[in-house]
Protein backbone atom coordinates (compact mmCIF):
# COMPACT_ATOMS: atom_id res chain seq x y z
CA UNK A 1 0.00 0.00 0.00
CA UNK A 2 1.28 3.61 -0.87
CA UNK A 3 2.24 5.66 1.56
CA UNK A 4 2.92 9.78 1.83
CA UNK A 5 4.13 11.23 4.61
CA UNK A 6 4.32 15.59 4.49
CA UNK A 7 7.03 17.36 6.13
CA UNK A 8 8.73 20.60 6.70
CA UNK A 9 5.86 23.09 7.21
CA UNK A 10 5.84 25.83 10.02
CA UNK A 11 5.68 29.44 10.03
CA UNK A 12 6.74 31.21 7.24
CA UNK A 13 7.32 35.08 6.49
CA UNK A 14 5.65 37.35 3.99
CA UNK A 15 7.88 37.26 0.77
CA UNK A 16 10.25 34.15 2.25
CA UNK A 17 10.71 30.58 1.33
CA UNK A 18 9.80 26.97 2.95
CA UNK A 19 10.24 23.97 1.77
CA UNK A 20 7.85 20.90 1.77
CA UNK A 21 8.70 17.67 1.16
CA UNK A 22 6.35 14.14 0.44
CA UNK A 23 8.28 10.57 0.96
CA UNK A 24 6.19 7.97 -0.96
CA UNK A 25 6.60 3.89 -0.68
CA UNK A 26 4.93 1.31 -1.77
CA UNK A 27 4.40 1.70 -5.39
CA UNK A 28 2.42 -0.55 -6.97
CA UNK A 29 2.58 0.76 -10.84
CA UNK A 30 5.20 1.44 -13.31
CA UNK A 31 4.20 5.23 -13.37
CA UNK A 32 2.65 8.18 -10.78
CA UNK A 33 2.63 11.24 -10.53
CA UNK A 34 2.38 13.20 -6.89
CA UNK A 35 0.97 16.47 -6.49
CA UNK A 36 0.55 18.85 -3.92
CA UNK A 37 -3.14 20.69 -2.95
CA UNK A 38 -3.83 23.09 -0.27
CA UNK A 39 -6.72 23.76 1.48
CA UNK A 40 -7.13 27.09 3.75
CA UNK A 41 -10.20 27.81 5.90
CA UNK A 42 -13.40 28.27 4.40
CA UNK A 43 -11.84 27.34 0.96
CA UNK A 44 -12.02 24.39 -1.35
CA UNK A 45 -9.20 21.87 -1.71
CA UNK A 46 -6.70 23.49 -4.39
CA UNK A 47 -4.62 21.94 -6.51
CA UNK A 48 -1.19 23.60 -7.08
CA UNK A 49 1.46 21.30 -8.90
CA UNK A 50 2.34 17.80 -9.86
CA UNK A 51 5.36 16.13 -11.28
CA UNK A 52 5.40 12.53 -12.68
CA UNK A 53 8.35 9.95 -12.05
CA UNK A 54 8.81 9.84 -16.11
CA UNK A 55 9.33 12.55 -17.42
CA UNK A 56 9.98 14.38 -14.74
CA UNK A 57 8.15 17.26 -15.58
CA UNK A 58 7.09 19.93 -12.92
CA UNK A 59 3.64 21.08 -13.80
CA UNK A 60 1.95 23.68 -11.55
CA UNK A 61 -1.16 25.84 -11.43
CA UNK A 62 -1.71 29.50 -11.88
CA UNK A 63 -1.91 30.56 -8.49
CA UNK A 64 1.74 29.90 -7.78
CA UNK A 65 3.18 29.27 -11.19
CA UNK A 66 6.49 31.41 -11.08
CA UNK A 67 6.80 31.44 -6.96
CA UNK A 68 6.25 27.37 -6.27
CA UNK A 69 8.29 24.64 -7.79
CA UNK A 70 8.08 20.70 -7.59
CA UNK A 71 10.62 18.54 -8.18
CA UNK A 72 11.78 15.11 -7.56
CA UNK A 73 14.40 13.16 -5.94
CA UNK A 74 14.31 9.57 -7.64
CA UNK A 75 16.48 8.10 -5.55
CA UNK A 76 14.98 8.93 -2.33
CA UNK A 77 11.21 8.55 -3.93
CA UNK A 78 10.77 11.96 -2.50
CA UNK A 79 9.02 14.92 -3.83
CA UNK A 80 9.51 18.73 -2.58
CA UNK A 81 7.66 21.81 -2.84
CA UNK A 82 9.89 25.03 -3.08
CA UNK A 83 7.57 28.11 -2.11
CA UNK A 84 9.24 31.19 -2.66
CA UNK A 85 7.88 34.81 -2.19
CA UNK A 86 5.27 34.03 0.39
CA UNK A 87 1.90 35.31 0.75
CA UNK A 88 -0.16 35.45 3.78
CA UNK A 89 -2.96 33.66 1.43
CA UNK A 90 -0.26 31.12 1.06
CA UNK A 91 -1.68 30.00 4.52
CA UNK A 92 -3.36 26.60 4.23
CA UNK A 93 -2.85 22.54 5.09
CA UNK A 94 -1.15 21.11 2.30
CA UNK A 95 -1.35 18.16 1.03
CA UNK A 96 0.49 15.27 -1.45
CA UNK A 97 -1.26 12.79 -2.88
CA UNK A 98 -0.61 10.26 -5.49
CA UNK A 99 -2.34 8.95 -8.91
CA UNK A 100 -0.67 5.35 -9.86
CA UNK A 101 -0.98 3.78 -13.51
CA UNK A 102 0.14 1.28 -15.99
CA UNK A 103 -0.41 3.61 -18.44
CA UNK A 104 1.69 6.82 -18.31
CA UNK A 105 -0.73 9.00 -20.70
CA UNK A 106 -3.43 8.40 -17.77
CA UNK A 107 -1.28 10.46 -15.20
CA UNK A 108 0.50 12.31 -17.48
CA UNK A 109 -3.14 13.77 -18.24
CA UNK A 110 -4.29 13.73 -14.41
CA UNK A 111 -1.12 15.54 -12.80
CA UNK A 112 -0.74 17.75 -15.81
CA UNK A 113 -4.00 18.84 -17.32
CA UNK A 114 -6.88 17.99 -14.84
CA UNK A 115 -5.29 17.97 -11.27
CA UNK A 116 -8.53 16.62 -9.27
CA UNK A 117 -8.57 15.60 -5.67
CA UNK A 118 -10.58 13.24 -6.93
CA UNK A 119 -8.52 11.89 -9.18
CA UNK A 120 -6.04 11.02 -6.56
CA UNK A 121 -6.42 7.78 -4.33
CA UNK A 122 -3.66 7.91 -1.72
CA UNK A 123 -2.79 11.26 0.25
CA UNK A 124 -0.60 12.42 2.93
CA UNK A 125 -1.91 13.70 6.40
CA UNK A 126 -1.39 17.06 5.92
CA UNK A 127 0.71 19.86 7.28
CA UNK A 128 -0.04 22.94 8.51
CA UNK A 129 2.05 26.25 6.65
CA UNK A 130 0.70 29.50 7.95
CA UNK A 131 2.58 32.83 6.68
CA UNK A 132 2.75 36.12 8.74
CA UNK A 133 1.99 39.37 7.44
Known amino acids: QLRLVESGGGLGQAGGSLTLSCSASGFTSDYYGIAWFRQGPGKEREGIGCITNTPATPHMGDSVKGRFFVSIDHAKDTVHLQMGSLKPEDTAAYYC??????????????????????????WGQGIQVTVSP
Open 97 to 122: AAVQSRQHFVVERICALTLRPADFRD
